[in-house]
């Protein structure tokens, strides 16, 4: 993949690709027993919970829009990531065979996934800050290569991508087993999208994949149940009044419970125009993923990832 300056200067790095993008990579990797020791548990539960559930669609051998299959061409990502931004955008309705992966493998973890994700995109980005965007490339994943101004990703064949001024996403994924680069159809001018695999460890693995609700009721009881809602709300950045709809308050409520746990090191604020953005911090993020301390590897002031998937 061939960069410019304008590609660098518009290169964006996001939180997630979403629940429903999520459940259709963790089709695939169930049913290719895929993950590793990571995924062990998270396999197990959600098997038996299929084995309970009344018969679904049979799961082909290749599932998911072709995209999904080939990491190119990819259309699909592209209107996942467009409804993100609007109202309601992750109740999509997908494919029975993805719909079913959603309700059983993807939902009963995604408060977890969702903040664990945006731990790792807070820590790409100090990277960046602390180092450059050459430095946050060259740290993705082992699979992938910077050589300015050029990355090369291991795919398994041989395809030249020139960006031309598009830029680049840069998204981490739980549920993806290796980077891929989803691109749209020649001719359309949409910026290509690079997903990488998080880093996971059996230890932090463990504690995303505990029985849903439990880490949620030991959050409550340390801050409160409302504001046990609103860390769990901001898992994905948000201003005051959206904050306030997520939660079902005023937006003077919403803001004095962000200002609060900004006092308390596990939210921070900035403004932008006439909004105030409010996202988790790191210590936020790790009571909402797991309520255990922040995973090494985002803690680690030197970019040496050799712990990545």
């Known amino acids: 993949m061939h960069f410019t300056m304008d590609d660098l200067a518009q290169l964006k ?27 062990s548990k998270w396999r197990d539960d959600v098997s038996l919970r299929m084995r309970r559930m009344p018969p679904g669609p049979t799961t082909p051998r290749q599932t998911g829009p072709p995209a999904a299959r080939t990491g190119t061409g990819g ?7 467009d409804q993100q931004t609007a109202k309601g955008g992750e109740g999509i309705t997908p494919d029975p065979v993805v ?15 969702r903040a664990y994700l945006q731990m790792d995109r807070e820590f790409r980005c100090r990277m960046m800050a602390g180092g450059g965007i050459e430095t946050m490339l060259s ?18 064949r041989g395809e030249e991508i020139h960006l031309d001024g598009r830029g680049l996403k840069i998204v981490p994924s739980m549920f993806i087993d290796r980077p891929r ?12 999208v690079l997903v990488y695999p998080t ?6 693995a463990n504690a995303l994949w505990d029985a ?20 769990e709300a901001l898992s994905e950045t948000c201003n005051t009044s959206e904050l306030g709809r997520r939660l079902g308050i005023s937006p003077a409520a919403a803001s004095q419970h962000a200002t609060v746990l900004r006092g308390a090191g596990l939210v921070t604020s900035r403004r932008r125009f006439n909004t105030m953005l409010h996202s988790l911090t790191p210590l936020g993020s790790a009571l909402v993923t797991m309520g255990s301390p922040v995973p090494k590897p985002f803690t680690d002031q030197e970019p040496a990832l050799s712990a990545a998937r």
């Open 181 to 192: 680069i989803f691109t749209s159809r020649r001719g359309e001018p949409r910026t290509p």
């Open 199 to 204: 880093i996971l460890d059996a230890t932090v």
């Open 212 to 231: 849903p609700g439990t880490d949620a009721r030991a959050l409550a009881a340390l801050v409160g149940r409302t504001r046990a809602r609103v860390l």
């Open 139 to 156: 740290n993705l994943h082992t699979w992938m290569g910077w050589r300015p101004p050029s990355l090369t990703i291991a795919a398994g």
């Open 75 to 81: 259309t699909w990502l592209f209107d996942l990531l």
């Open 13 to 39: 790095v996001l939180p997630t690709v979403g629940p429903v993008a999520e459940a259709v990579f963790a089709t695939e990797l169930l049913r290719r027993g895929g993950g590793g020791a990571a995924f």
């Open 99 to 113: 719909r079913r992966m959603l309700e059983l493998g993807v939902s009963p973890y995604w408060g977890k996934v």
